[in-house]
C-alpha cells in the first residue's frame, strides 16, 4: 500500500560562540557564505593572551632551570627532609607545566572553527573591533549534512511507522526525488505526531523545502 503525506526538510541547527570575551579582531565568514568543517570563522585579538602565555613559558624555563640545577648539585636524596625537598621542587615544576597548558588553551579560545560542514544563516551583524561575551553575538551554522523530512500523521497511523518504511519524497516545483527511509520513532509536539525520513544523499536541499512523500 502506498501512502502519501505533506512536509518539510528540516536540518540540525548549530549556534556557535566564543568561549571567552574579547575584541573581535577577524571575521572570515558572513550570512550565506558555506563553512567547511574545521574551518576558521572568527578569532579574537591574541596580544594579551599571547603575552600571559610568552611569561607562562619564560616561567616555565626559569623552574625548568632551578629544578635541574638541583638535582645535579644534590644528586638522589639521601634522607626524608632531601626527598621532601625534592617533591617540592617536582611539585612546582608541575603546577608550572599547567600553567603553560592553561595559557595554551585560553589563547586556542579566542579562535571560532566551524564543526561541521553547513551555510551560516546568521551572523549576528559582527563586525571586527566589536567587543563580545561568550553569551552574546552567536554565529549561527545550518548542518548541511543533518537534513531529513518530517510530515504529520494521524493517531491511526502509528502502528505504519513502528518499524522503518521505504519512502520517496519529491519536492514542489521541482523534479527532484529522493529515496529514504522513515525513523521507525515518531513524536508528538503541541498534540502533533511527527515521523521524519532520513534522507539518502540530501545534496542541494534548503531549509524548509515542501514536498510530499510517498510511503511505499
Known amino acids: 500500500m502506498e501512502k502519501t ?3 518539510e526538510v528540516k536540518a540540525r541547527v548549530i549556534e556557535l560562540r ?6 573581535l579582531a577577524v571575521l ?26 610568552d611569561k607562562e613559558l619564560a616561567d616555565f624555563e626559569k623552574v625548568r632551570a632551578d629544578f635541574e640545577i ?10 626524608d627532609i632531601a626527598k621532601y625537598l625534592k617533591s617540592e621542587k617536582q ?7 599547567k600553567e603553560v597548558e592553561l595559557a595554551k588553551a585560553r589563547l586556542d579560545a579566542t579562535d571560532l572553527f566551524s564543526p561541521v560542514e553547513g551555510v551560516i ?21 545550518i548542518d548541511t549534512s543533518s ?9 491511526k497511523d502509528i502502528t505504519n511507522f513502528q518499524t522503518s518504511r521505504k519512502a520517496e519524497v519529491i519536492f514542489e516545483g521541482t523534479k527532484e526525488k529522493y529515496s529514504g527511509n522513515t525513523v521507525p520513532l515518531f513524536s508528538s509536539k503541541d498534540g502533533k505526531l511527527k515521523v521524519e525520513v532520513k534522507l539518502d544523499g540530501p545534496l542541494g ?6 514536498g510530499t512523500v510517498k510511503i511505499i
Open 18 to 23: 566564543f568561549a571567552a570575551s574579547g575584541k
Open 28 to 53: 572570515n565568514k558572513r550570512r550565506g557564505d558555506l563553512v567547511k568543517k574545521g574551518e576558521l570563522i572568527a578569532s579574537l585579538d591574541k596580544k594579551q593572551l599571547q603575552a600571559e602565555l
Open 205 to 210: 536541499l534548503m531549509l524548509g523545502l515542501c
Open 91 to 97: 611539585a612546582e615544576l608541575n603546577i608550572s607545566v
Open 70 to 79: 638541583y638535582n645535579l648539585q644534590k644528586g638522589e636524596p639521601q634522607n
Open 5 to 7: 503525506y505533506k512536509g
Open 121 to 141: 544563516v546568521d551572523d549576528s551583524s559582527l563586525v571586527a573591533g566589536l567587543n563580545i561575551t561568550p553569551a552574546s553575538n552567536p554565529i549561527i551554522i
Open 147 to 155: 537534513y531529513y523530512f518530517v510530515f504529520e500523521i494521524e493517531q
